[in-house]
Each structure stands twice: as structure tokens, then as C-alpha cells.
């Protein structure tokens, strides 16, 4: 059973910076495409960044510049750089992942429980 553990939010001021991680465990499969998302309160959950495994990444238009998606393979663990964060950043963070080739931001099956960030002026 695969399980995705998050770690690494916590509450910093417009600018700062956080590393979020995710630990993974339980995969069957070695090619799999892993992600970020995040939720605001009162709205949608949005895709945030992904890595397939051989490192190709994709992001969002509105974190371009700022995060950045990367994977330690040998540790099963995805982390998401942000950095020059802002409060509109504000939001529960998830990490996702599927078998195989990403599909964009789309068809997701495993999730993590979510880790808080929460950015202040």
C-alpha cells in the first residue's frame, strides 16, 4: 500500500522561504510521476509542480521562478523548494503521485495527508 507522509510547513514571512518533504513508501512500480498541490480555504485544490522519474518537471504558471520540484531517488523522498513566498501562497500542501508517465497536473491516485504553510506580511 503506497503512503505518502508530508513534512516541513510551518508559518514565514512574505519573502522566506520553506523546503517541504514527502516520504513514499509502499510502491510496486518504479516509474511514477510525483507532485504538489495545495488548497486554500473556500477554494479548488490546485497542481502546484510535477517530477516524473527521470527528473522532467512542470510547474505552475503562478510558482515559476519561485519553487522548485526535486526527488532523491534512493531515499524515496520528494521535496518542494519555495522560496520568495508570498501570502496568497498561503495554503494546505499535498503530495501526490501515479504509476507511471505524468498526465500534467491530472489522474493523481495516491495522496499524502497534507502539511500547512501558512505565509504572513
Known amino acids: 500500500q503506497v503512503q505518502l507522509v508530508e513534512s516541513g510547513g510551518g508559518s514565514v514571512q512574505s519573502g522566506g522561504s520553506l523546503r517541504l518533504a514527502c516520504a513514499a513508501s509502499?510502491?510496486?512500480?518504479?516509474?511514477?510521476?510525483m507532485a504538489w498541490f495545495r488548497q486554500a480555504p473556500g477554494k479548488e485544490r490546485e497542481g502546484v509542480a510535477t517530477i516524473d522519474s527521470n527528473g522532467g518537471t512542470n510547474y505552475a504558471d503562478f510558482v515559476m521562478g519561485r519553487f522548485t520540484i526535486s526527488q532523491d531517488n534512493a531515499k524515496n523522498t520528494l521535496y518542494l523548494q519555495m522560496n520568495s513566498l508570498k501570502t496568497e501562497d498561503t495554503a494546505m500542501y499535498y503530495c501526490?503521485?501515479?504509476?507511471?508517465?505524468?498526465?500534467?497536473?491530472?489522474?493523481?491516485?495516491?495522496w499524502g495527508q497534507g502539511t500547512q504553510v501558512t505565509v504572513s506580511s
Open positions: 501526490a503521485a501515479r504509476p507511471f508517465q505524468c498526465y500534467g497536473m491530472k489522474y493523481f491516485v495516491n
Open positions: 509502499g510502491y510496486s512500480y518504479s516509474d511514477r510521476c
